[in-house]
Nanobody
Framework: QVQLVESGGGLVHSGGSLRLSCAASGRSFSDYGMGWFRQFPGKERELVAHIRWDGTKTTYVDSVKGRFTISRDNAKNTVYLQMNSLKPEDTAVYYC???????????????????WGQGTQVTVSS
């Protein structure tokens, strides 16, 4: 059973930074793509960023491009989301998730993420 544990959320002023971490256990971390998602109240979960299993390709939602960076440390079984220049509209619960397919090269649709963390709250005050 794969377990994902997020940390690093909190309260920050507009323009500030946070780094989210997601520690994985239970299978070979380095063989699976990882994603960060967020969920606004009353809304469906949306993809924020994805990183391929080998770390060679990253994808971002337009609203965070140039501000957020996803990375992974396969030696530590951890994926990160560095969030800079935070805005109040970034306030949400952030989740990390793992792709179900081994060494997938294309970015998967949301239904292909089969393991999820518990979520961490990020609040950006104006």
């Amino acid at each position: 059973q794969v377990q994902l544990v997020e940390s690093g959320g909190g309260l920050v002023h507009s323009g500030g930074s946070l780094r989210l971490s997601c520690a994985a256990s239970g299978r070979s971390f380095s063989d699976y793509g990882m994603g960060w998602f967020r969920q606004f109240p009353g809304k469906e979960r949306e993809l924020v960023a994805h990183i391929r299993w080998d770390g060679t390709k990253t994808t971002y939602v337009d609203s965070v491009k140039g501000r957020f960076t996803i990375s992974r440390d396969n030696a530590k079984n951890t994926v990160y989301l560095q969030m800079n220049s935070l805005k109040p509209e970034d306030t949400a619960v952030y989740y990390c998730a793992a792709d179900r397919s081994w060494r997938r090269y294309a970015m998967p649709p949301i239904q292909e993420y089969n393991y999820w963390g518990q979520g961490t709250q990020v609040t950006v005050s104006s």
